[in-house]
């Protein structure tokens, strides 16, 4: 997936198509406000309000402890990104911010939206130094738990849409009764297979701040002791011996460096019973000089200035399940999330 300026006239195409356009300038000043201004509006309730019925820009602002002025400038610029229309001084929602912005939707964006805007903003301005020394910030580290409770909700966000075509679309051996899901956390991925597969149970094993936040969150699944927590941490504790059918680690390898990654993998072969699948879920770095990849470079850096360890070639993950002594079976690659794939293997 790659994010274009298209041209509205014959004259701006040819502006593009003869380098005249300065595209620096838009990378430079014109996304970074962008940026800034749908995380704010998120975060300040702008979308929700409209849709509530708060469609004029005084009720906006109102409704949102906003200043009038500011507002007026906020709207134009969401209004020109598609997230509004207006007519008759009457703003309306469109279906992008219908299907994409309800705080309450659980496919919406919006808690990561909050997350963003205010515990990961910060973090660019580090980047400089990360580019300069090539150390992270390892913020699973730092997290208070208020940031941890952010955090959960925005990995629910990121993950609504991409959960329920997982339940679709994973591999499942016949008669699999026992899943674990490394990192799981929220739980979304667990429960989405548990709902299609009635003897499946799960257990998420993930950090505590983890656990702590996310419990009522898996709660409201009603799934009872079919899915559950487990507090630990997925490079110090064993898995244990031929223990489950599918072992599941969704963006967890990102964090961890390609050692972790193969201790990871080794113990998650040994806890394979026979015909289990090992699952690494995760976004994909593309080589330098094949097809251009938005998600997974912005992604892979993303990581990097975040964990100091980034994305993973599909090569690399597939190389971390043979070496553990499991065999490739299978890389299904997300319609819903472009740059992201199940990378799986089998005992």
């Known amino acids: 997936m790659q994010l274009k300026v298209s041209p509205d006239n014959p004259l701006e195409w040819l502006g593009l198509l003869m380098n005249m356009v300065p595209m620096p300038l838009l990378h430079a000043q014109i996304f970074p406000v962008i940026s800034k201004a749908v995380l704010e509006a998120a975060d300040a309730g702008v979308f929700d309000a409209v849709m509530q019925g708060a469609t004029t820009l005084d009720a906006i602002a109102e409704t949102c402890k906003l200043n009038p002025k500011a507002t007026t400038e906020l709207m134009g610029l969401l209004t020109a990104l598609g997230y509004f229309t207006y007519r008759n001084e009457q703003f309306a929602p469109t279906k992008m911010t219908r299907r994409w912005m309800r705080p309450d939707d659980s496919e919406s964006v919006h808690g990561m939206m909050v997350f963003n805007n205010r515990v990961v903003w910060p973090w660019l301005e580090r980047m400089g130094a990360y580019l300069r020394t090539g150390e992270g910030i390892q913020y ?165 200035l975040s964990s100091t360890a980034g994305n993973w070639t599909i090569d690399e993950i597939s190389t971390w399940q043979e070496r553990a002594g499991l065999e490739p079976y299978k890389v299904v690659n997300y319609m819903s999330i472009p740059g992201r794939a199940m990378v799986v293997a089998r005992k």
Not at 158 to 172: D, L, S, Y
Not at 224 to 241: K, L, P, S, Y
């Open 140 to 304: 699973h580290d730092m997290l208070t738990p208020e940031q941890w409770g952010y955090y959960q909700r925005a990995m629910m966000a990121a993950t609504g849409t991409e959960a329920k075509e997982f339940g679709r679309r994973a591999p499942v051996p016949k008669g699999a009764t026992h899943m674990l899901d490394i990192g799981g956390a929220h739980g979304q991925h667990s429960v989405a297979l548990c709902k299609r597969n009635p003897g499946l149970q799960s257990i998420i094993l993930d950090l505590p701040g983890a656990v702590e936040q996310s419990t009522p969150i898996l709660a409201q699944y009603g799934l009872g002791d079919r899915v559950r927590h487990q507090v630990g941490n997925a490079v110090t504790d064993e898995f244990g011996e031929q223990a489950y059918d599918i072992i599941l680690m969704s963006s967890l390898a990102h964090h961890l460096t390609a050692e972790q990654n193969q201790l990871v993998a080794e113990k998650a072969a040994r806890a394979l019973r026979p015909k289990g699948v090992f699952i690494i879920n995760e976004f994909i770095r593309p080589e330098i000089g094949s097809r251009p990849d938005l998600v997974g470079s912005s992604t892979d850096l993303y990581f990097g």
